[in-house]
């Protein structure tokens, strides 16, 4: 026998509350963990889509709060275009537009001379060529979701569009996204010769050397601020306000589970009182007996974990069918998120017991033993 | 000559309760040597208990001192040293861990000794073989005889091979015959392996098996002698200390004032 068996044989002894508690600290884990996941899909998911759409660096405005709010003359194409080190540059314009009235889908326009055109990977029908007027390509999940096929026709602010292709893109934010040719946009958007952002391809082989080269040279042309794909939503002041509130609920959360446990052990610490008083009698340190209710406390925050886990994996499904966001991005608890929520909530549960456990200490053995 | 050093001396100690409403103990001393065995006697109320408890640390005197092998002990974290070494304790109500089987309840005593789990588990099985209990080992303290769980109680305090062994009211809880089997236990442990053995008891005929008989009425000590029963010479010679002890209320040289 050793601490650890006591502690679980101590828990297993009332098996009803060690459940109730293990179950509030498992929807806690659950609570913090879909909550950092979807702050986290955000970011993940418009970098994943532009990795998967092949650009190095985005270029947005330097004083945009997020990259929605940001505005770039389309002529900047040509100064950036002529940097060294760069191989293609592609102007977008991209928001969240009315489709067929009622649904709100991201809508990314390109020039009919982008590199993305060429390199879409197309499910069905065709990319668009600079004479088309009007066409639109889907991503094959809006194509589900607005029940459209090639051929047939969206409506976009209140224009008809006809759907010419259907794209295969892998990453959930192309596969809900809703393509067209720039100059449409800025029409019927209002957004004559503005852009959102450049997507830049660099040369072959480009060396980190390269990439900061082209980066200085970005920030010489003005108000302008490149990223990497993978950083684009670093500053994006949106997303770290959603990620501050989603880390601040998610402690509160695995608080909240830690305060059950200290309820719950200090219960536990009164009922057993005697058996403190046992313990202290036969020779146990007051160390040893805080360790083995700590012990207690840390065990329950292992069993919350070993249910809150596969609970935020069944709420991250849920939030794929919320209409408003489960298009657009996918939720999941990744290695990175669950090990520190892991930590941090076995080390609140920790905590939790140490009143009690500190109480139970502080009693001299003749008090404990007189208990009834 | 050499000069006998009690194992434990209480020395002058008071206890009160209530804020002094009640007085449990009004100036005990006593000393306890190596090899004794020692009973307890007095009514209810009469401070037999306080003063074990105080013997074990698990009571702290409102005044006086405990002593132990000439050094007083002056807080919880060495009485807690004490019990986990030196002392062992049996109470009336054996106190043992109801989540735990009778092996486990013994494992407990040795964990945090430096001992390997298997060297506890082979340790706690050979104590409850030794009391009788070799074929309970995983029996929960709920499916086990009074008397089995006062042995498996014993067993438990002589996890630390303790220098004294300090029981409070043993029997109390068992009938006749169970009792008889305890006390002879506790008195064969007591001579087998040299533990010096304080027995609080109201128990005249269980008593009448110690060498030595202390009365305590009203928080004071009223007899300290040895028993008719008590072989006139042992092996230790703890009679004769006995009778020392009583004729000076067992104060070692170390405690006397300095002149």
Not at chain 2, 27 to 42: H, N, Q, R, T, Y
Request: aromatic fraction near 4%.
């Amino acid at each position: 026998m050793n601490l650890v068996t006591l502690a679980l044989r101590n828990l297993q002894r009332r098996a009803a509350r060690t459940a109730i508690v293990s179950i509030s600290v498992g929807l806690a884990v659950a609570s913090a963990l879909s909550l950092i996941a979807l702050s986290n899909s955000v970011e993940r998911g418009s970098g994943e889509g532009m990795d998967e759409r092949g650009g190095d660096l985005v270029v947005i405005s330097r004083n945009a709060s997020d990259i929605f709010s940001s505005f770039i003359a389309e002529d900047k194409q040509k100064q950036l275009a002529a940097i060294p080190g760069v191989a293609e540059v592609s102007g977008e314009l991209a928001m969240f537009a009315p489709v067929d009235k009622d649904q709100q889908k991201l809508v990314t326009a390109l020039s009919s001379e982008s590199y993305f055109w060429r390199r879409m990977p197309m499910a069905k029908g065709r990319a668009p060529t600079p004479a088309d007027r009007r066409v639109v390509v889907l991503g094959v999940d809006s194509s589900e979701a607005l029940h459209k096929n090639v051929g047939d026709t969206i409506n976009v602010y209140d224009e008809n569009f006809t759907v010419i292709g259907v794209t295969k893109y892998q990453s959930a934010i192309n596969r809900s996204m809703v393509y067209m040719l720039l100059p449409d946009l800025q029409e019927i958007a209002f957004r004559q010769k503005q852009v959102t952002m450049f997507q830049v391809k660099l040369q072959p082989n480009f060396t980190p050397a390269t990439v900061a080269a082209v980066r200085a040279e970005i920030a010489k042309l003005g108000s302008l601020t490149a990223s990497p794909t993978d950083q684009l939503l670093q500053h994006d002041r949106n997303l770290l306000v959603m990620k501050a509130i989603s880390q601040s609920v998610s402690m509160i959360a695995l608080s909240m589970g830690g305060l059950s446990v200290l309820n719950a052990l200090l219960m536990a610490v009164q009922e057993r009182t005697r058996e403190i008083g046992i313990m202290m009698a036969i020779g146990w340190s007051k160390a040893r007996t805080m360790a083995s209710i700590v012990l207690e406390g840390m065990l329950i925050g292992v069993a919350g974990c070993a249910a809150g886990i596969p609970l935020s994996y069944f709420i991250c499904r849920l939030f794929e069918h919320m209409p408003t966001i489960g298009g657009i991005l996918s939720f999941e608890p990744t290695i990175d998120m669950i090990l520190p929520t892991l930590l941090v909530s076995v080390v609140l549960c920790g905590l939790g017991a140490l009143y009690p456990a500190s109480r139970a200490a502080r009693m001299s053995p003749s008090d404990a033993l007189r208990r009834p | 000559m050499t000069r006998k050093v009690p194992l434990i001396y209480v020395d002058n100690v008071t206890r009160s309760y209530d804020g002094g409403g009640v007085m449990a103990l009004r100036g005990v001393s006593l000393g306890i040597f190596p090899g004794d065995c020692v009973a307890i006697l007095g009514k209810s109320g009469s401070g037999k208990s306080s003063l074990i408890q105080i013997m074990g640390g698990c009571d702290t005197p409102t005044s006086g001192q405990v002593v132990w092998r000439e050094e007083p002990v002056r807080d919880q974290g060495e009485w807690q040293k004490l019990r986990a070494s030196e002392i062992g304790i049996i109470f009336q109500e054996f106190l043992l861990l109801p989540a735990l089987t009778a092996l486990e309840n013994v494992e407990m005593a040795l964990m945090g000794k430096g001992a390997s789990a298997k060297e506890r588990n082979a340790h706690a099985t050979q104590l409850l073989e030794m009391v009788g209990l070799g074929s309970r080992l995983r029996h929960l303290p709920s499916a086990l005889s009074g008397g089995e769980r006062q042995r498996v109680a014993i067993a438990r305090s002589l996890a630390n091979k303790p220098a004294l062994l300090l029981a409070d009211e043993p029997t109390g809880n068992l009938d006749s015959a169970n009792a008889e089997a305890i006390v002879d236990l506790l008195l064969d442990l007591q001579r087998t392996q040299g533990t010096a053995l304080v027995m609080v008891t109201h128990d005249e005929g269980l008593a009448a098996r110690c060498r030595r008989r202390v009365r305590i009425k009203d928080g004071l000590i009223v007899d300290d002698s040895l028993t008719q029963q008590a072989p006139a010479a042992s092996t230790d010679g703890a009679p004769a200390r006995a009778e020392a002890a009583l004729a000076t209320a067992a104060a070692p040289d170390a405690l006397q004032p300095q002149a």
